[in-house]
């Protein structure tokens, strides 16, 4: 591992940290590698049933390293700079929205550009009352990037879309909050407090479940209804074979907290 990412455990949480304060945590060609890295690496360790994203110093993530694409255009091949690094990125959005493990985001400070959507991205934002979002794209005559477009258009409407996204504007935690954007919003001290809770919560539950909920979400994306229901039947029939299954029912009827193993 490198010095863009600090990785750290909590039970059965693994809490990924963007750990380049200085810079405000920007998602450059190397912060994407390791950040991808981490990401696959914790994917099929079992004992790891809940990942936390979280940002270092004042930001979450401040986006694009601007210095870096100043030196492409300065260089002369500003889009093979682009295309190295939306490589790596783009796999990023693709693996959070498709992760076996429920993914949530603690946003401390600024997020803008891709830093915003990576934290779209995952399945839950909890945001401190400090934090900022901003797509900050078109002022530098760039495309929502790391996903932005589908994200916003599948997520807002879109009057609300275009707004965020031709405007570049600074939107509040509890903007966010309103537009459906964002879970929960908490004074500074609680945050990272709140999203241990979340994930503990989440770390508890029925994590396969989850991983299936969230692949049948996704497909729903772009499938007829005829098929989206043959194939939620087909899960869920799946889903009934399952020990969580099992307990779930068990301790039901027992009127227990049921103890889910994510089988």
């Known amino acids: 591992m490198g010095n863009k990412i600090e990785l750290s455990f909590e039970d059965k949480i693994a809490i990924i940290t963007l750990a380049d304060s200085e810079n405000y945590n920007?998602?450059?060609?190397?912060?994407?590698?390791?950040?991808l890295n981490e990401l696959?690496?914790?994917k099929n360790q079992e004992h790891i049933r809940c990942v936390l994203i979280i940002g270092s110093g004042k930001a979450f993530s401040a986006g694009g390293d601007v210095k870096k694409f100043k030196q492409s255009i300065d260089d002369g091949n500003p889009?093979?700079?682009?295309?190295?690094?939306?490589?790596?990125?783009?796999?990023?959005?693709?693996?959070?929205?498709l992760y076996?493990?429920?993914?949530?985001?603690?946003?401390n400070g600024w997020a803008v550009g891709a830093g915003m959507n990576l934290a779209l991205s995952c399945d839950l934002i909890i945001a401190s009352e400090q934090a900022k979002f901003r797509q900050s794209f078109s002022n530098l005559a760039l495309i929502p990037g790391f996903a932005g477009s589908i994200l916003l258009?599948?997520?807002?409407?879109?009057?609300?879309?275009?707004q965020m996204a031709f405007f570049g504007d600074t939107y509040s935690a509890q903007d966010m909050k309103v537009l459906g954007l964002v879970n929960e919003v908490v004074a500074p001290e609680e945050l990272k407090q709140k999203a241990l809770e979340w994930a503990k919560r989440l770390a508890e539950g029925p994590t396969l479940t989850y991983a299936r909920t969230k692949k049948l979400f996704y497909d729903?994306?772009?499938t007829s209804l005829?098929?989206?229901l043959e194939?939620?039947?087909?899960?869920q029939i799946k889903s009934a074979e399952t020990e969580d299954y099992k307990i779930g029912v068990n301790a039901l009827l027992s009127k227990t907290k049921p103890k889910f193993i994510g089988k």
């Not at 920007?26 to 950040?35: D, K, R």
């Not at 258009?153 to 275009?162: D, E, G, I, K, Y």
């Open 26 to 35: 920007p998602l450059n060609q190397e912060t994407a590698i390791e950040l």
């Open 40 to 42: 696959l690496n914790l």
């Open 153 to 162: 258009s599948r997520q807002l409407t879109w009057q609300q879309a275009t």
């Open 231 to 235: 194939d939620e039947r087909q899960m």
């Open 79 to 97: 889009g093979k700079l682009m295309d190295d690094l939306t490589k790596d990125l783009y796999q990023i959005a693709h693996e959070l929205r």
């Open 220 to 222: 729903a994306l772009s």
């Open 100 to 107: 076996p493990k429920p993914v949530i985001a603690a946003v």
């Open 226 to 228: 005829d098929k989206h």
